[in-house]
């Protein structure tokens, strides 16, 4: 294997190059205008330093050389092409999906006098859309790959789709962006991340994702302003002093509030690309200006930045000086329940409560109302459509759900994972997304479903199709959503508690917890994590370590929006 000190040094070198008023008419017919014309790709304004085959390379230098080469998306991968065959060239599919391994375990083994194979151990991959997806196992993966010599010097001539790269190369190649999709109401932007390389050219892959529409796990409980039926052309999307021109034709775009969502959800879509300040949207050759939104949709759903919590004797806000705010109307009849968990609803005006017979609901000047008699259930999760949702720790697919109006009772929902034991669940705060954490043999696994709602809110079904966030080996102890897109998950091993941080489409990210930690809970972001441990201790992170905010804390409920 050729020197990896070599390998390291070529990737960390960094190729730096220069860096609606009033109301229009909408064309709904007519002939589609030409553009300027427009190069395929712009160059990309960050890439790795790759080079072109050299003469009298063996088989082994030549498939290096194209693996890091495929790691520069410059002009549609030319670099690498080069050390394809002319006639396979043509023909490999770089755009196929992305497989990141850990370059340490990858090791080359030659086959026959014309074949090498590659063994990597997968720690993630991406799709052809540019979903993040975590490893499925941790087994070693065999790539295959023939050569043939062309003018005496050896080229590959088969090859596995899609490109191979390693995890330090994909830090610095590939960079997340958030596609803004609705909910079915319009109220809320849900973010859908998607991981692409090439920055001058990820206005481009952004657009085209948008119009193929959102991750298949995501789409039952998501809506998108633009028609099926719409293309981008030109197939690119030109950036001109700050401005991305996106020029979309095939639809009849005949009713304004749809323009204006359409134009909205672009500009929050390439709204993180660097050098993207504003868009200029073009429908069937001619350019459009409309009005913004009366009343745009909400993108950060925040909540009361002070924890809920129950000491035994009170329920409510935890403020500074170990003060405890009660919730009025609330935490009266919370406490008379001998409480062992609860959810607090949006609005503070409802409370899903776990006690010793069930969980029940309480609501301002009326009776609790029992609704799940069952035995051993987990903590409920409240959602921002008055939702209580429920299931038995030792039956995870026996999820039940309760409407807080009394519309309907224990209306049992099938899922879409399985599990040995489940531990804990909680909905997004804009209730299109539910988090569940499940035991599965000696690991714990962290899944994500969408929610399928009907006009009224109330749930129809959870999406057929689970996103798989990082899984641990362990105990599952809990899990909070920490803001509108990321996930904080709590395990346990021999080893001590285990912190996950993670972006729902990402990598994870994870850290020791404090000694006998059991919940975790959110605020705003992930800098707002709390730490419940077995004594009581209420812990947030200083840095490396955690610090005892407060003591004497019997749980954490749960805020939702609202």
């Known amino acids: 294997m050729r020197d990896l000190t070599r390998r390291a040094a070529a990737i960390a070198a960094l190729a730096v190059a220069a860096t609606l008023t009033g109301c229009a008419a909408i064309p709904t017919s007519g002939n589609v205008n030409a553009g300027v014309a427009r190069p395929a790709e712009e160059p990309v304004d960050l890439d790795v330093l790759v080079r072109q085959p050299q003469g009298g ?104 789709p899609g490109l191979l790269v390693d995890e330090t190369t994909f830090q610095i190649v590939y960079r997340d962006y958030t596609l803004a999709f609705f909910d079915p109401q319009y109220r809320f932007l849900v973010p859908d991340v998607r991981w692409f390389a090439g920055r001058e050219s990820a206005q481009t892959s952004i657009v085209r994702a948008l119009l193929a529409g959102p991750a298949e796990w995501l789409a039952p409980a998501v809506v ?60 069937n050759g001619a350019p459009v200006e409309a009005p913004d939104l009366a009343q745009e949709p909400q993108r950060t759903l925040r909540i009361d ?38 959810a607090l609803g949006p609005g503070d005006d409802a409370a899903a409560v776990r006690a010793a017979d069930g969980v029940w609901l309480v609501r301002p000047d009326e009776e609790p109302v029992l609704l799940d008699p069952r035995d051993g259930l987990v903590v409920p999760a409240l959602d921002i459509d008055d939702v209580v949702w429920s299931v038995p720790g030792d039956a995870p697919d026996a999820l039940a759900w309760f409407a807080v109006d ?121 800098r707002d994590l709390r730490v419940l441990t077995s004594d009581g201790d209420l812990a947030t992170r200083a840095g490396a370590t955690w610090q005892v905010q407060d003591r004497g804390i019997r749980f954490l409920a749960t805020q939702q929006s609202g």
């Open 305 to 342: 930045p002070r924890p809920v919590v129950y000491d035994g004797e009170a329920f409510g806000f935890l403020s500074g000086g170990d003060e405890l705010s009660p919730v009025p109307g609330i935490s009266e009849q919370v406490v008379a329940l001998e409480p062992t968990g609860a």
């Open 406 to 526: 009394g519309s309907a009772a224990g209306e049992q929902i099938p899922v879409p994972w399985s599990g040995s034991r489940i531990a804990a669940i909680e909905l997004s705060r804009d209730g299109t997304r539910l988090a569940a954490l499940l035991a599965d043999g000696a690991r714990s696994r962290v899944v994500v479903a969408s929610v399928q709602r009907d006009e009224a809110g109330l749930p129809v079904a959870l999406g057929p199709v689970v996103l798989e966030l990082a899984g641990a080996v362990g105990e599952p102890l809990d899990l909070a959503w920490l803001d509108s897109g990321s996930i904080g998950v709590l395990t346990a091993s021999a080893s001590g508690a285990r912190v996950g941080l993670q972006e729902v489409g990402a990598p994870d990210t994870a850290g020791e917890g404090p000694e006998g930690a059991v919940q975790l809970d959110g605020a705003n972001s992930q």
């Open 57 to 160: 390379e063996t088989q082994q230098q030549i498939l290096e050389g194209f693996i890091e080469a495929a790691a520069s998306p410059r002009g549609n991968y030319d670099i690498a092409r080069e050390y394809l065959t002319p006639a396979f060239a043509s023909e490999w599919a770089a755009d196929a999906g992305t497989t990141i391994d850990v370059l340490a375990d990858r090791t080359f083994n030659q086959f026959g006098e014309r074949g090498i194979r590659v063994q990597v151990v997968p720690s993630g991959s991406l799709a052809p859309n540019g979903q993040y997806l975590e490893s499925a196992t941790t087994a070693p993966v065999q790539l295959q790959y023939e050569f043939e010599q062309v003018d005496g010097e050896w080229r590959i001539s088969a090859a596995p």
């Open 224 to 283: 998108s302003a633009i028609p099926e039926d719409v293309t981008l052309d030109p197939a690119t999307v030109p950036v001109t002093d700050g401005v991305a021109e996106v020029s979309l034709v095939g639809a009849a775009f005949d009713n304004l509030l749809t323009v204006q969502r359409m134009q909205y959800q672009l500009e929050q879509s390439l709204a993180g690309v660097r050098n993207v300040r504003n868009v200029e949207l073009a429908l």
